[in-house]
Each structure stands twice: as C-alpha cells, then as structure tokens.
T-cell receptor, first 110, second 116 residues
C-alpha cells in the first residue's frame, strides 16, 4: 500500500516568513494529493490539492508543487500569519482512499 | 447542510466496556470513512464504505473493532471490549465518491474517546 512521509514534524517561523512542508509518497499510481489543515481541537479541513497532471497550483498565500518523477510534493505558505498556526497534513490518493502523512505542527510567532 | 455529524463528542469509559460511536454523513455522499487519530500514529484509516458496503477494512486494528452502515445516512463504529490503548480521537468523513480529485473528504468534529 501507499506510504507517505512528511517533514518536518514541527516548524516554527516568525510572522511574515515563508513556511515549506515536504512530503514523499511511495505508490506511483497515486494521482491526487490534498493538504489538510487542522487547528487545535478542530477537524481537518482541505486547504489546497493538486492532481498528478499538474506541477504547481496556487491559491493566494498558499501553493503546492508536485514532482511525480521524484514522488515529492510540497506545501508553501508565504507571508505567514499567526492564524496559520495549526497542524498540516499531506495525503496521497490511491484513488479510493487517502493515506495521510504524520502531520507538521506549524507555529507562527507574532 | 449541517456537514458530517458525529456523536458523542466525548466519551469516557472503563476498560472492558463496549463503546459505540455514531456518524451521519453529508446527504448525497456515497463514501464514508472512519479514521483514528493519535499523536503517535497520526491519522489512520480504519474502514471505508461505498454505497453502504465495506470496501476496505484492512485498517481495523483487531476483532474488537467492528463497523456497520445499515443505510446511507448512518454508520457506527463499535469497540468491544475497549482497552486503554484505544484512547484516541475518532473521525468520520464522507465524500461524493472515494478519495480522488473532485471528491473532497469532509470530516466530522470527531469523538474524543478516553478508556480508563
């Protein structure tokens, strides 16, 4: 089955800095890669996703890149704000189910 | 739409007791997923239903866990007997069909289970 590795497990940045979270996957058949944000005590919510036929996708301050050859995908957050503080999960779709990474706790200090 | 509904939100029980978690998916969604979240193991898929039929239960940890979906609007996850290591947050999620593109999974608020 699919295996998704996510790094780093914790990331601390100053407000206004950029943050990058990286994931790798093992199954070349995976073709859809969503990112979820989970605030403390809340449910995971989809923030951005990318399909395997696209290399990059942007939505305001967040972007995701995908390298199918290397089986890497990354989340980029620019101009971070304190409200970006949360746990971020990457996932890969097989396509009936999602396999999630272990999560990255992002802390944005004012 | 109220989104995915789960009950109870919190459950505290003693080891050996039966625990039943409940989920109502979003109306019109054909796929339902049960996940378990812990600090050590992250978000793990336990079981996946499509059109009320269990498709993949390979994530169910052992025979103490069982799940049912008697109709399109209701699912249960049962643990019998419960053990302290079952303590976790259990999420239910639903999607239109599976987990591919254009099939966002919407998560419920979760049930925080504590087994003493």
């Amino acid at each position: 089955g699919e295996n998704v590795e996510q790094h780093p497990s914790t990331l601390s940045v100053q407000e206004g800095d950029s943050a990058v979270i990286k994931c790798t996957y093992s199954d070349s058949a995976s073709n859809y890669f969503p990112w979820y944000k989970q605030e403390l005590g809340k449910r995971p919510q989809l923030i951005i996703d990318i399909r395997s036929n696209v290399g990059e996708k942007k939505d305001q301050r967040i972007a995701v890149t995908l390298n199918k050859t290397a089986k890497h995908f990354s989340l980029h957050i620019t101009e971070t704000q304190p409200e970006d503080s949360a746990v971020y999960f990457c996932a890969a779709s097989e396509p009936s189910t999602l396999t999630f990474g272990k999560g990255t706790m992002l802390l944005v200090s004012p | 739409d109220a989104g995915v509904i789960q009950s109870p939100r919190h459950e505290v029980t003693e080891m050996g007791q039966e625990v039943t978690l409940r989920c109502k998916p979003i109306s019109g969604h054909n796929s339902l997923f049960w996940y378990r979240q812990t600090m050590m193991r992250g978000l793990e898929l336990l079981i996946y239903f499509n059109n009320n039929v269990p498709i993949d239960d390979s994530g169910m940890p052992e025979d103490r866990f069982s799940a049912k979906m008697p109709n399109a609007s209701f699912s249960t996850l049962k643990i019998q007997p419960s053990e302290p290591r079952d303590s976790a947050v259990y999420f239910c999620a639903s999607s239109l069909e599976g987990a591919g593109a254009n099939n966002e999974q919407f998560f419920g608020p979760g049930t925080r289970l504590t087994v003493l």
